[in-house]
């Protein structure tokens, strides 16, 4: 049988969200869930499934019976939200994992997909990060509580992957940004949130912008449909028990693989270009007296290239559809203020 039927159930947990959006758009562009062919995409929205309350996502499993599942659903933030809401960041995304994962294995689904994230890593592993660097040093502590929620649904996708047979696979993203992105001004992370600063302050024609840090980290950023491009190729052909599949350096099947561009910038490289795109002409400053992060975070991404999927969209091209992206919604009323 094939990894991916077209006659699938396809559940994509967090299907409103701009990653969950990008797989379902990738999925669909696919040809799957169609029902002429036997195909769902089954995507509830918060209101229909609350992913935090374990007998409301049983009762779910029960009645829609899914096949395949995607957890792509999360409580995310920046710097600051990880901050000041750790114990959110730490004890939602565990019980969102717990609650799909435990019961996508109880009601048989055939195949999981666990979208992590490239925070699981140390701060200072060594560079580009490969997938052995996971636990092999301190995490970065402005992120640590996200982090650790998300290494923990890695190894439980990798647990019982390994006592029960349930074929989960992983997939690390770096730090992505596009359509249905979070553009809140307290709770976002740094490219919405430096497009929605600039494009307001061209707006309102202020003389500075003041960013957080020192603009000297690196960064690597993903579009949202690479992403979903990414997990509908590991979907339908990353197998890691096939004997070709990728290997640790020990000779390992590998349970998760990063995904990126292995290409990035500094933070003051990016502020500069956002500031170019959006037309604003003032100052930017920097406060170095808040926190940078991990210095430098570009994901070795050579396990899935050599499978055969490649990133399409360079940031030169995305990063304009960003700010077209935040334009709309804000034109339409769709964001905070």
């Known amino acids: 049988m094939a990894l991916l039927n077209s006659n699938d159930q396809i559940f994509i947990a967090g299907a409103r969200g701009m990653a969950g959006g990008a797989i379902a758009r990738a999925l669909a562009n696919a040809g799957y869930g169609k029902s002429a062919r036997d195909g769902a995409l089954l995507t509830p929205s918060r209101t229909d499934l609350n992913l935090l309350d374990a007998r409301a996502v049983n009762n779910w499993f029960e009645a829609n019976k899914p096949t395949i599942v995607v957890l792509a659903a999360a409580t995310v933030g920046g710097i600051q939200a990880n901050t000041t809401r ?16 435990e019961t996508a294995w109880r009601h048989g689904v055939r195949r999981l997909l666990f979208l992590g994230s490239s925070c699981i890593y140390p701060k200072f592993s060594e560079q580009p990060i490969r997938e052995e660097s996971l636990l092999n040093g301190s995490l970065e502590p402005t992120n640590e509580w996200y982090a650790i929620a998300k290494i923990a649904g890695i190894k439980l996708g990798e647990a019982l992957r390994l006592q029960h047979g349930f074929d989960v696979i992983s997939l690390m993203p770096t730090n992505l940004y596009g359509p249905g992105d979070n553009y809140d001004p307290t709770g976002s992370h740094v490219l919405p949130a430096m497009i929605r600063r600039f494009q307001e302050a061209t707006d309102q024609n202020l003389k500075s912008v003041t960013c957080w840090g020192s603009g000297t980290p690196l960064r690597e950023f993903l ?7 990414a997990c509908l190729f590991a979907l339908e052909n990353w197998d ?8 640790d350096d020990q000779g390992k099947p590998l349970a998760f693989l990063n995904v990126g561009t292995g290409f990035d910038l500094s933070i003051k490289e990016l502020a500069e270009q956002v500031a170019r795109i959006v037309g604003y002409k003032g100052s930017i ?34 990063l304009p559809l960003a700010i077209e992206d935040f334009r709309q919604r804000r034109s339409m009323g769709l964001l905070r203020s």
Request: avoid cysteine.
């Open 285 to 318: 400053e920097w406060d170095a007296s808040k926190p940078d992060g991990t210095p430098k975070k570009q994901l070795n991404v050579s396990r899935l290239t050599n499978l055969g999927w490649t990133p399409k969209i360079p940031l030169e091209q995305g």
């Open 223 to 229: 579009h949202a449909d690479d992403l979903g491009s």
């Open 240 to 247: 890691p028990s096939h004997p070709s599949a990728p290997k």
């Open 86 to 101: 750790p114990a959110d960041f730490l004890l939602q995304n565990l019980q969102i994992e717990t609650n799909v994962i």
